[in-house]
């Protein structure tokens, strides 16, 4: 029978921790079993595997999101309420953002999130299958956008367990890219106005204003016969 001592909710919020600071090449059993004071093999009590231990980290951060009231907000609100701390909590949490590439996430935290999403996107008046196409829209877009944080972050630890400074790496990187664009009329007039630096510094501006224009696609949707009904 499991152990006494240590219970699933605090190795899993132990691994969530242990995600954030040292990555999915961080997580074994036996550095999770250091940061409880325990054997690794009092966490396979409760724990079985560590694709196991993923599943449960990666399904507990969906907790993180807020569920609007949709008695409260208009469905567009509520959008982009959802759409925002989705792509914070995959900011906070990178690690998630890589797994979903080798690991199908499922559990009460992500389908009570995906649930109300889609009553989201109901309330709004598309049915059935085009309620999923909305969700499935505004997800990927969030995702996507999440995507090069994550790669920052895996990239950085990388470089720096090699014994390099990440920074200087990067800005010699840039560098590089640079005198590559410009031999591009576009690309040229964005590095001489330092447009790159100030996307680079701006990532959130990026996000909203996307996030904006699809969704004033999905409304457009809502208008057009035949778009929003199910089937």
């Known amino acids: 029978m499991p152990r006494p001592t240590l219970t699933r909710e605090q190795i899993v919020r132990t691994a969530v921790a242990l995600l954030d600071e040292e990555g999915l090449e961080g997580l074994n059993m036996r550095g ?5 004071n325990s054997a ?7 724990v079985k595997n560590k694709d196991l231990l993923l599943t449960l980290a990666g399904d507990q951060v969906w907790d993180e999101i807020r569920l609007p009231d949709l008695d409260a907000v208009d469905w567009r609100t509520a959008a982009t309420a959802m ?3 989705l792509y914070a909590m995959f900011t906070r949490h990178p690690w998630l953002v890589q797994a979903f590439a080798t690991h199908l996430f499922h559990g009460e935290g992500k389908a009570r999130h995906d649930d109300h999403n889609l009553a989201v996107y109901e309330a709004g008046g598309f ?3 085009a309620a999923d196409r909305a969700a499935a829209a505004v997800f990927t877009y969030v995702l996507g956008n999440a995507a090069p944080a994550a790669a920052t972050a895996a990239l950085t ?6 014994g390099q400074d990440a920074e200087e790496v990067f800005a010699a990187t840039m560098k590089e890219a640079a ?6 009329p576009r690309l040229r007039s964005r590095v001489e106005a330092g447009a790159a630096e100030a996307y680079a510094e701006g990532p959130g501006d990026t996000f909203a ?4 224009a699809l969704l004033d696609g999905l409304e457009r949707a809502l208008r057009t016969p035949g778009t929003t009904a199910g089937g």
């Open 32 to 36: 999770l079993g250091q940061r409880l």
């Open 209 to 212: 204003f996307g996030l904006a």
């Open 127 to 129: 049915a059935g299958p």
């Open 83 to 85: 759409a925002g701390d």
């Open 157 to 162: 630890r990388r470089i720096e367990r090699d």
């Open 179 to 184: 005198e590559v664009a410009v031999r591009f």
């Open 40 to 46: 690794p093999t009092a966490v396979y009590w409760h």
